[in-house]
Structure formats: C-alpha cells, structure tokens
C-alpha cells in the first residue's frame, strides 16, 4: 500500500485508516455523520491525493483527448474544466475523469485512482498523434476544501479571488505561501468549495494553513466514507460502483457527456445505442420504510421478478432516509415508480425519484 504525503498527519489525528485504490486513506476521523454535517454547512479538507494526474502537451492533445473521450473537449478554454468519459470498445467505460485546459495545447487529465494504470495503457494506446505525456500522480497531491464556507475561510491565504471562480472553473496562483498552485471548483460533494494540486512536498503546508485559516469556521478533516455519502446525496456516479466496464454512459444518464458531434471510441455503437433506445437505466430511488439499500441488492417488481440490482446505496445523513441509485429496467425506470429493494429475502418498497435527493 501506498501512503499520501499526508498519511502521517492522518494517524495523529486519530483517523481511522483503510487499504483503499493501492493507498493507506483516512476513512473516518469522528464518524461519518458527524464529517457529512461539517461539509454540508461548514468547511472540511479532503486528503484525496490517491487520484490520478496526467498532462498531455503538444499540437495534437486536443486531438488525442477527443479521439479517446466522449466529451466535446473543443469547448475547452483556459481556466475551464469539464467532466467526461473514456469510454471502450464494448459500449462499456474505461472511466470518468475531469479535463482541465492549463494552456494552448496543454490539458490535465484527472482520473480515479483505482485505474491510474489502467487509464494511461488506454490512452497511450490510442496515441499515434505524438502527442507528449506525462503521469504526473506519484508527485502531485490533492486536497477537496469543500462545504459553502469554504470561500470566506480560505479567502485570506490567496491573492486569487475566490468567489469569482464559478462552477468547473480553475485558477493557478498563490495558495497558503506556494506558488502556481491550481485552485480548482470542482469537487465530489455538492457543498461548493475548491479542490487544490500541489506538489507532495508543498502539500503539507497547504494543509497547516489551511487548518489555522478555517480555525474560526470550526474547519474539520473529512475522510472517504463522507465523502461517498455527499456524492450519493447529490446523485454523483462513483466508477467501481454505477458506471464501469459493462455499463453505457447512456443507460448511466451521462447522454449529456456524449457529444456525438465527433467521432471518438466506439461513438458509432453508442450512436445506434441511441437511436434503438437503451434496455436499463441508472435510477435514483428513496427507500419507503426504514431501511438501508446496499451495493448488488436486487431490485424486484411488485410480482416479485428480479428488474435490476443496487449500485450505491446509505442511509442519507442529512435525509435520514434510505437512498441509493441503480439499474433497472426501462419500463420500472420513470420518476415515481413503486420498486422494492430486496434486503436479505424482505421485499422493502422504494420509490423512483428524481436528483438530487439532497435539496440545499
């Protein structure tokens, strides 16, 4: 297992630590309700170095990111980021990563860690244009500062305004004393915020300042299982769980990230897939009873046949009502649907709503 720059900072601060994507990560600090509550209406830092950056340069990356993803990455300007998809050659995902342009002819890839490796044999795989690239995740680390006082606790250590950075937006300046840090706000949590790369040996005194600058917004650590129940809340698809090698970014309701405008990897498929109309789809739905849905749940009809199958599921911290999302089929898959989740041989009702569950 790998470690963080900051693993050592993770154990002193008592957190519970587990082998996650290859890395030794902080899973919970004082337990997941109590983390989701401080960034749905304060301030908490993510360490969530374990994620992958590549840079590709040259006259032909916008070339070569167009060909292998399935996003119009020629809408692109500098300062902007922009979701999409690697998809493969079976209709299925490679995986989802966020394109950053830093210059002309210059953009930063982001991708999960679980597929770091994975990602850079497909892509180079594809890259006859002689475009340079470069794996840049063993020396960068990231943290998520994110929550809706992320901006007022942060604005003192930047001369960068950052209330003028809006939504899947980025500036590279000063941050916490570092140079040419990249203050980026995106982030995985629906809270607002910023997502901040530095080098591993700048990362710690981001992270110090950080921590003394929000002491007074009762700023807090956050590990991942936090995090994965603010990105559930807000219906955000999470690679391993809803989408992976077998699922469509059409029946995962990522049509808005597939610009057929271009050709790209297996855009002919998906365009037919298209145009025939999909056989399932990912739903949002809410538990009806008291109630917690959990990954590879089966999802049946009121007969009691078998329709889909849970891909994420929690008890909702700011809810306190069971949610998760799923495949199920087309016919089961409108807003308001009665479907039951089928928890050890109990067939619980649910209903098919529409995101996000969490409503600020």
């Known amino acids: 297992m790998k470690n963080t720059a900051l693993t050592h900072i993770h154990e002193g601060l008592g957190a ?12 919970t600090y004082e337990g997941v309700n109590a983390e989701h509550e401080t960034v749905r209406n304060g301030v908490g830092v993510f360490d969530v170095s374990h994620m992958g950056e590549f840079l590709l340069t040259g006259p032909n990356a916008l070339a070569l990111i167009q060909k292998v993803t399935s996003n119009d990455a020629s809408t692109l ?3 902007r980021a922009q979701y999409s998809c690697l998809p493969n050659n079976e209709g299925g995902i490679v995986d989802d990563l966020i394109i950053y342009k830093m210059k002309e002819e210059q953009y930063l890839l982001v991708v999960n860690a679980s597929n770091i490796e994975k990602d850079w044999n497909w892509i180079s795989s594809h890259n006859d ?31 960068v305004d950052l209330s003028a950075i809006t939504y899947y937006h980025f500036e590279v ?30 990362v710690e005194q981001i992270w110090n300042k950080a921590f ?33 090698d077998t699922t469509s970014p059409l029946e995962a309701g990522l049509g808005w990230i597939t610009k057929f405008t271009k050709d790209f990897t297996n855009s002919e498929a998906l365009k037919k897939q298209k145009e025939a109309g999909v056989t399932r789809k990912l739903v949002a739905f809410e538990m009806q009873e008291r109630a917690v849905p959990r990954h590879d749940y089966e999802i049946v009809d009121a007969s009691g046949e078998v329709i889909g199958i849970v891909t994420s599921g929690t008890m909702s911290p700011s809810m306190n009502k069971g949610i998760g999302l799923g495949y199920v089929t087309v016919a089961n898959s409108a807003v308001d649907s009665d479907i039951f989740i089928r928890i050890r041989k109990n067939d619980v009702p649910a209903k098919v709503v529409k995101l996000p569950f969490y409503k600020k």
């Open 16 to 27: 519970k630590i587990l082998p996650f994507a290859g890395y030794n990560m902080p899973i």
């Open 77 to 79: 300007t500098i300062g």
């Open 129 to 159: 244009l002689g475009v340079e690239m470069r794996n840049l995740s063993d020396d960068y680390s990231l943290l998520a500062i994110q929550g809706p006082k992320a901006v007022e606790a942060m604005q003192s250590l930047t001369s």
């Open 173 to 202: 300046g000063d941050f916490a004393g570092i140079e040419n840090v990249i203050i980026s706000a995106t982030g995985y949590t629906g809270s607002g915020g910023f997502e901040i790369y530095c080098k591993n040996d700048e």
């Open 212 to 244: 003394e600058a929000g002491a007074s917004y009762d700023i807090k650590p956050i590990g991942l299982a936090a995090r994965d129940t603010l990105r559930l809340e807000m219906g955000f698809c999470l690679y391993g769980n809803d989408i992976n």
